[in-house]
């Protein structure tokens, strides 16, 4: 079945470090890919996502590049901020309305 | 922006009450899902929903969950005999049917206490 594997947490950096969580994944046909943020306290929000081989997705700054050879979907930021402490989750869906099957979450934390 | 909203927040209940969690899905949007998410573990597909029924379900939505869109806005979970083990954040999302499809947009949750 489908699989999300995702690096294991909690990382923690300092304030303008550079961020890279990976993620793979395994899954039949071609999948869209999404990488889902959870602040302390709150639900589920999508950060960003790719639907294609080569697309890069990004949003606030996060950045993350669906690369279908190595089935790979790595989460990347420059520069991170305290305020991007939370829980990140990577996860696919095959498409259509089907289920999105998620990683394990990674929990960065971010300290000034 | 338009969001999916959940209600109540939080829900503390004694084992083997019945339970009903909220969720009021994007306006618009056709497709309806529950997911779970146990404290520190991974967030859970439980099933979705679709045109008036369960489209797919997982291994966890026993006989003991069922779901419902009781009107126009609403879309309902009802765990009727609560275990220990239910007790999880429960996550209600939608997507709509054009531009976005596989895109799920999720509510806050509800965290749910079984005692």
Known sequence: GDSV????GPVTLSEEAFLTINCTYTATGYPSLFWYVQYPGEGLQL???????????SNKGFEATYRKETTSFHLEKGSVQVSDSAVYFC?????GYQKVTFGTGTKLQVIP | EPEVTQTPSHQVTQMGQEVILRCVPISNHLYFYWYRQILGQKVE?????YNNEISEKSEIFDDQFSVERPDGSNFTLKIRSTKLEDSAMYFCASSDNLITKETQYFGPGTRLLVL
């Open chain 2, 45 to 49: 597909f439980l099933v979705s929903f």
């Open chain 1, 47 to 57: 950060l960003l996502k790719a639907t294609k081989a080569d697309d890069k997705g």
């Open chain 1, 91 to 95: 996860a696919l869906s095959t498409g």
């Open chain 1, 5 to 8: 594997t995702q690096m294991e």
